[in-house]
């Protein structure tokens, strides 16, 4: 009787300490996966500030720049550079979701925190009046095109001082070299057009510039910065839109 007592006891112990140990790996598993999200929150949280504090030293909210837009931006600014494709830190966007008569692109120096310019701009012809609402990759469109865009070298047109822009986003911009779709001086992109026609004009694709404001934007952005052109399509879609790249490397640690 005692010889079979011993070996319950025995059994009991061991069902105790394997429970014990099963309780505690269990606990330092919940544990590290808690730590995991709590850094994962902190590093977004961390982005979050620092996209605010951007947003907030450059006055973006008095130009009534969108600071969701302004977001999506810069996430797509932190992917580029993590590919090596930028030299410079500024960021450019044009926002397609506004009316042509207000102010819709921005210079942003991102490492200054200085908004640089504040301008109109012009959208193609064939997406739509004073709202661009349609968008194309298309040759002979006349469509903008939405998405990221690196900045090229500049070159002397039909339309004087230009820059070449190389589209990004496979499938929504990557024809712009193809189709010629620059940055350049327009006539029609002036207050002037704008009190006689109730909007801008129009291009044929490209974010054409007010012609005072043309060569010294072109002049501050050349040379491989980044461009976003955001519009009103809920389908464009972007690799540079990553956000959790951006949180996972961004002040890491």
């Not at 004087?160 to 350049?184: E, F, P, Q, T, W």
Request: hydrophobic share 40%; net charge positive; with cysteine.
């Amino acid at each position: 009787m005692r010889k079979y007592s011993s070996y319950i006891i025995a059994a009991v112990a061991i069902l105790l300490i394997t429970g014990f140990l099963s309780w505690k790996a269990d606990g330092k598993a919940h544990a590290a996966k808690a730590d995991g999200e709590v850094k994962t929150v902190s590093r977004e949280s961390r982005f979050e500030q620092y996209v605010s504090g951007i947003y907030q030293a450059a006055n973006l909210q008095g130009t009534d720049l969108d600071i969701n837009v302004f977001k999506k931006a810069l996430v797509g600014f932190y992917n580029m550079k993590q590919e090596g494709i930028l030299s410079k830190d500024l960021i450019t966007i044009v926002d397609l979701s506004r009316s042509s008569k207000q102010k819709r692109l921005w210079v942003i120096d991102v490492a200054n925190r200085k908004l640089l310019f504040n301008s109109l701009v012009a959208h193609g012809q064939g997406s739509g009046d004073d709202v661009a609402t349609n968008f194309s990759n298309n040759a002979e469109s006349h469509q903008s095109s939405l998405g990221f865009y690196v900045t090229e070298g500049t070159y002397f047109g039909k339309h004087g001082l230009s820059l070449k822009l190389n589209g990004m986003d496979a499938g929504y911009n990557n024809n712009a070299l193809s189709r010629a779709i620059v940055m350049h001086a327009a006539d029609y992109v002036s207050q002037n057009f704008i009190n006689q026609h109730g909007r801008l004009g129009r291009s044929f694709g490209c974010p054409a510039l007010p012609p005072e404001l043309s060569k010294p934007i072109i002049d501050q952005v050349k040379g491989h910065s980044c461009l976003f052109i955001n519009g009103t399509d809920g389908a464009y879609k972007s690799n540079f839109l990553n956000q959790q790249n951006v949180f996972d490397s961004f002040n890491a640690g």
